[in-house]
């Protein structure tokens, strides 16, 4: 038998490619040349981009803009030319009132007279400034000032990270918030930072926890960093838990910092309590070490704690508002520093011919350079320096940031995290079921966002060693994933392009509806009987086509 029955891939070629970039050429595959019929719809659950999206923050959004207009077209006399001015502080919680009572019944109005009540009576700021800042944001008259991020709505990101990444963990001081253009903005001005400030130069050894999200381990390789990599390997085997073994490897000084996703992407499991203790302790005795958690799914998460909670001094926490409020568009993410942290303590025990390229590099924008801290370097360097005073995230984007961080803040008892939790675990049931994989619920680290499905895990948990070994001989990487693609337009990402150990396939759950997953597990089911089949004929055996895996 041929080793690959299809032609038209050229395989070599394919094994470079990204795999986001691969699943372009699996969209063509699914596209096809050959007709099909109309009503077999291409099935992409390569996306981790969700197909939800929260509504209630959304309608706050927009009748805070009718409010604000009002206020614009109230602070000047009137125009008919449609000239506006700034809103006015005087006055403006009645005015809010009167247009809340006004529009009573509408969407958006009762969240956002809860919003500001939340605001006043739980979180003790001025309801009026509040609104100020609001109204202002949402016009987008004025650049953002501070650059890092307004004011009262630091205050309030702060506090829906502090509910959803820290919790009850105990958490001594403050931390710092800077306001991004999503997780993807604050990988590349954290990257870019971190070499600007010496805290990683080429030539030194990051560790990464893979299976990992798959620009973590591409920007390392780029010429601008050439970093090498120690991977942490997390273990199907292990329920995609780190090992003792593989977290000693961040032991070793040589180790500078440790780049996580937790919740993973793809395996989607949250790091247990054990390792985040362990981590914890090999910090104590390594408080050089930097680490860097990218918890984007910790909201998808049952009671979520984040390596920010235990290391707080040597953590960079990220997060996103992409996945959980369902706003890839919106661009909307945060980086969180400790006051107290490493990262100044490094760069103030810099050499002195560092520390004086630095002062030249910072002093435009300050007269104490060396005073900078880290979190407002990140500010400088995402606008080269030169133009830190037009900084920061656009204002409206704040807005909207603020509201879904209150919405979520007031979303009590978890109506909202229970129903996400709900629609993507009952997708996943409807993919296992389908595909008929046994699996028991009572794993309480899984978060279920993606689903991997590892071939030579479940292969072999099956129908033994020879099957799988068998599979693999005879079919090329990607392979199968072209021919769910082609045959039942079917297109998931290859784990290989995220660093998994197996050959294996990424499902989104959050992408599709329940229907679809009835849909792709049945393909998925239908090509490994095949593949059964086939190992049949060549061996002689009989394994059964329809076994459970
Ligand atoms: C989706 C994702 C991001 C990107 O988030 P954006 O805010 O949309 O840029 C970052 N990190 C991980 C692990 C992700 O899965």
Known sequence: ????????????????????????????????????????????????????????????????????????????????????????????????????????GTPGIDFLRGAVSYVRDQLGLNAGDFLYEMCEGILASNYPVPDRMLKLSEII??????????????????????????????????????????????????????????PYIEIPRLNDYRLEVVNLEADVANG??????????????????FFLVNPSNPPSVKMNTESLAYIAEIVAERPDLILLTDDVYGTFADDFVSLFALCP?????????????????????????????????????????????????YESITTEPEKLKFIDRLVADSRTVALNHTAGLSTPQQVQMVLFSLFSLMDTPDAYKNALKRLIRDRKDALYREIGISFSDDDENKVDYYAILDLEFLGERAYGREFVEWIIGNTEPSELLFRLARDARVVLLPGRGFGTQHPSGRVSLANLNESDYVQIGRAIRTLLGEYVDRYNAASGKKLDRNKVL
Do not use: C
């Open 1 to 104: 038998m041929a080793k690959s029955e299809h032609k038209g891939e050229d395989h070599s070629a394919l094994a470079s490619l990204s795999p986001f970039e691969l699943k372009d050429e699996l969209i063509k595959a699914a596209g096809g040349a050959v007709a099909r019929p109309a009503n077999v719809a291409m099935l992409n659950a390569g996306r981790g981009n969700p197909n939800f999206l929260a509504t209630i923050p959304r309608h706050g959004f927009w009748q805070l803009g009718l409010f604000a207009m009002r206020e614009s077209e109230r602070s000047f006399a009137y125009m008919p030319e449609g000239v506006g001015g700034f809103p006015k502080r005087d006055g403006l919680e009645e005015r809010f009132e009167l247009f809340a009572r006004d529009n009573a």
């Open 157 to 214: 990101v702060g506090q829906y990270l502090r509910r959803e990444m820290i919790g009850d963990h105990p958490f001594v001081g403050e931390f710092d918030v800077f306001a991004v253009e999503g997780g993807t903005a604050a990988m590349t001005y954290i990257f870019n930072t971190m070499r600007e400030n010496h805290l990683i130069k080429p030539g030194d050894t990051i560790a990464l926890g893979t299976p990992i999200f798959t």
């Open 240 to 257: 995609w838990q780190y090992s003792k073994q593989e977290l000693d490897k961040l032991r070793d000084p040589k180790v500078k910092a």
């Open 313 to 361: 001094k040597n953590t960079i926490l990220v997060y996103s508002y992409s996945k959980y409020f369902g706003a890839t568009g919106w661009r909307l993410g945060t980086i969180a520093t400790h006051r107290h942290n490493l990262f100044d303590e490094q760069i103030a025990a810099l050499p002195k011919e560092q520390k004086a390229e630095l002062h030249e590099r």
